[in-house]
């Protein structure tokens, strides 16, 4: 996995917020000094002027204490506020919308934008409107409104490359590419960020090539390309360089090290390594420092070196020690302990790890001690207020005795009175409330009468058992609805010597995934029927015309979209060919302990706002013996085990690699047992839905 500062960089960039950079320790005096020359010059301006230097001093604060900022930006509204100068004004509810994207106030920034939109809209400002598109679809990607967000970035590019502005297209262009990402789409956000790479690279905009080299590296190593990785953060560090700013090439180094060490390179992340010391040396920074020598010396034991690792070690707890870093220091004395025991060397080994324990011991000891001298010092505090308001209510408290002993009779009165009163309303209420359960019971009865019915008339129309084993000799099905009736269904027909199998996840579930169910069903059977030529993704493509028509989905706002997942495939036993197109749903096949994944395509059976053309169709070879699995969504997102987490795609690819050579009807047990086990006593949260098939 990535180091944490590449994690943390993926999180920036994914949140687009490109006017945010990492500061030097020592610009905070030199922007202090910038921001007290500017205020200077405000009063000796006009209202434009003003404002533009209000901005200027708000940018300042951006970079750092940005709430601090915000009383500029809000001074700079009060003077734009009646002025004619659209552009200005709408500069400043942008820069106040971005505030609120930084802060996490994501309603407030779409409500300013709307108000910028409104207008530019008005005056015919266009370059502010897709300004405010790009950053209203921030605001919506930060919120995870993924369809809003791409709804207004499609706005934003059409907008800016109307006006030809290619600034706006180059940024528009990256966002989209962080939202594809954000889809798994990483061959369509690489393709994004190429765009706006290639422009950026026309203006020289060097901050920005080297953002995006960064963003380019990080989809590579999502799609595994480590050289690609390298390479990307090689540019950037280069870049960086150029530019100067040492906390980028710091990071930059530092995500190039990680990539070295996970692909085995580790002379060159060694190399790296004393780059990055050299590096956090000149900025000061003792901290990482000490991390740096950790990562060196526990680099140089995995080599064998024990002697460097030593070495190494030593430097970091010097330093460890000048800055008290007692959590460093206690990885330093483990790692020497498991040095000196390679070694062979017990007596040195059993020391360090003794100092290693002891220091943990400390650690523990030294937060529990301050623990305890703050409770010490609240409870001496509350005791010593206590006696004080102990003398005040003694007096308080005698007249108060006098007053309850008199007021003691009355109250015992009005007390049984009201008990009566209660009782007597209780009872009445009691009959009621009786006559209502009878009712609702009758009432649910009926309803879970018409379910149960309702099910029935699925169950029947699902593919019978023997047809089934007929068309497919070796198989499981492991079917678990969440309710009575199910959101999920598996659909299999013969035709032309061919079998065509489906898995489908309607929409909802219960009653609501049921109609669709019953519509999907009739749906496959009506194009299978008609289709003279059989193909995966030709049936998909009818599927999703054929939901869009009858729900009439034309994808206006708030209209519904529902629709379907679906996994399908074809298998031709005499050409032993397998074709297979997928929404959402992706297709494994096992052979020779190896497991393949066909990729479906990232749109439903319905209107999408990412909506391709056609599906695609994957064709491979088959061999008898191979292991084909299709699946919903509901066996991997349930939740269970002992952290109450999802059980997630990674153990259901291992646990299925694990079961290749069971029976059809043993994986069906393994499944059916492990999904017991990790659900435990937790709700089922979604229908399930596995089939295996043995060619």
């Avoid at 990307?232 to 530092?254: D, I, P, V």
């Avoid at 025991?341 to 400390?362: F, G, M």
């Avoid at 060919?577 to 096949?589: E, I, R, V």
């Amino acid at each position: 996995m990535l180091n944490l500062k590449l994690k943390n960089l993926f999180l920036e960039i994914m949140r687009t917020i490109l006017f945010i950079l990492l500061l030097f320790p020592g610009v905070l005096f030199s922007q202090t000094t910038n921001i007290d020359s500017l205020k200077s010059l405000i009063d000796q301006s006009d209202d434009s002027t003003k404002v533009k230097l209000l901005i200027e001093i708000y940018e300042n604060y951006e970079k750092g204490k940005i709430v601090e900022g915000k009383q500029y930006l809000e001074q700079a509204l009060k003077i734009v506020e009646n002025s004619e100068d659209v552009a200005l004004k709408v500069e400043v509810l942008n820069r106040i919308g971005k505030f609120y994207i930084i802060t996490g106030e994501y309603e407030k920034s779409i409500d300013i934008m709307k108000k910028a939109m409104f207008i530019c809209e008005e005056k015919g400002f266009y370059k502010g409107t897709a300004t405010a598109y790009l950053n209203q679809g921030a605001a919506y990607d930060k919120m995870g409104k993924y369809d809003e967000a791409m709804s207004n970035f499609m706005k934003a590019l059409n907008v800016y490359e109307n006006l030809g502005d290619t600034i706006g297209v180059a940024k528009t262009y990256l966002n989209l590419g962080l939202l594809y990402s954000r889809h798994e789409d990483y061959e369509k956000s690489l393709e994004l960020y190429k765009k706006s790479l290639e422009i950026r690279s026309q203006i020289d905009d060097k901050e920005g090539i080297a953002l995006l080299y960064n963003n380019m590296a990080i989809v590579n190593y999502y799609l595994e390309d480590y050289d690609n990785v390298r390479n990307y953060f090689e540019k950037a560090y280069q870049m960086y360089l150029e530019l100067g700013n040492l906390r980028r090439q710091l990071m930059a180094l530092s995500n190039l090290a990680e990539i070295h060490s996970i692909i085995g390179q580790k002379e060159k992340a060694l190399n790296t390594y004393f780059k990055i010391l050299k590096l956090e040396e000149e900025l000061g920074e003792k901290g990482e420092q000490v991390a740096t020598y950790f990562s060196i010396a526990a680099l140089y034991f995995g080599r064998d070196n024990f002697n460097a690792a030593k070495q190494y070690c030593n430097k970091g707890i010097i330093l460890a020690q000048e800055i008290n870093a007692l959590d460093d220091l206690s990885d330093f004395y483990d790692l020497l302990y498991q040095i000196y025991k390679e070694e062979l060397d017990y007596k040195s080994a059993l020391e360090y790890a003794e100092v290693a324990h002891a220091l943990n011991d400390s650690i523990f000891n030294a937060e529990k001690s301050k623990q305890i001298k703050e409770l010490e010092t609240k409870y001496e505090t509350k005791k010593k207020e206590q006696q004080i308001k102990n003398l005040e209510n003694e007096q308080i408290i005698k007249d108060l005795t006098i007053k309850k002993q008199r007021n003691f009779s009355l109250t015992l009165l009005v007390g049984f009175v009201a008990i009566f009163l209660f009782l007597l309303v209780l009872f009445s209420q009691n009959k009621k409330i009786r006559k209502a359960n009878v009712l609702l019971a009758y009432q649910k009865r009926q309803i879970t009468d018409s379910i149960e019915y309702a099910s029935r008339i699925q169950t029947a129309i699902l593919p019978p058992v023997d047809y089934i084993a007929t068309v497919i000799p070796d198989h499981f099905i492991f079917y678990k609805p969440r309710d009575i009736v199910s959101g999920d269904f598996y659909w299999i027909t013969h035709k032309e010597g061919k079998t065509i199998v489906a898995v489908v996840d309607c929409t909802g579930h219960g009653v609501p995934g049921a109609f669709m169910s019953m519509l999907g069903f009739a749906f496959l059977n009506e194009i299978v029927n008609k289709e003279t030529e059989l193909r995966a993704n030709e049936i998909l493509n009818q599927l999703r015309d054929n939901v869009k028509l009858s729900l009439h989905q034309t994808g206006k706002e708030n209209e519904a979209k529902d629709g379907m997942d679906i996994a399908l495939c074809i298998i031709d036993p005499k050409e032993n060919k397998l074709q297979y197109a997928g929404a959402y749903n992706p297709l494994y096949l096992i052979r020779n302990n190896e497991l393949i994944s066909l990729k479906a395509d990232r749109m439903p059976i319905g209107i999408h706002i990412l909506e391709k053309e056609s599906f695609t169709n994957h064709e491979i070879d088959i061999l008898k013996g191979d292991m084909i699995y299709i699946f919903t969504d509901g066996y991997i997102d349930q939740f269970g085990g002992p952290n109450t987490a999802k059980f997630k795609i990674t153990p259901f690819k291992e646990m299925l690699i694990s079961m290749r050579d069971k029976s059809m009807s043993e994986q069906k047990r393994i499944l059916e047992t492990e999904f017991d086990n990790w659900k435990g006593d937790k709700e089922q949260i979604d229908d399930v839905l596995v089939m295996g098939i043995k060619v």
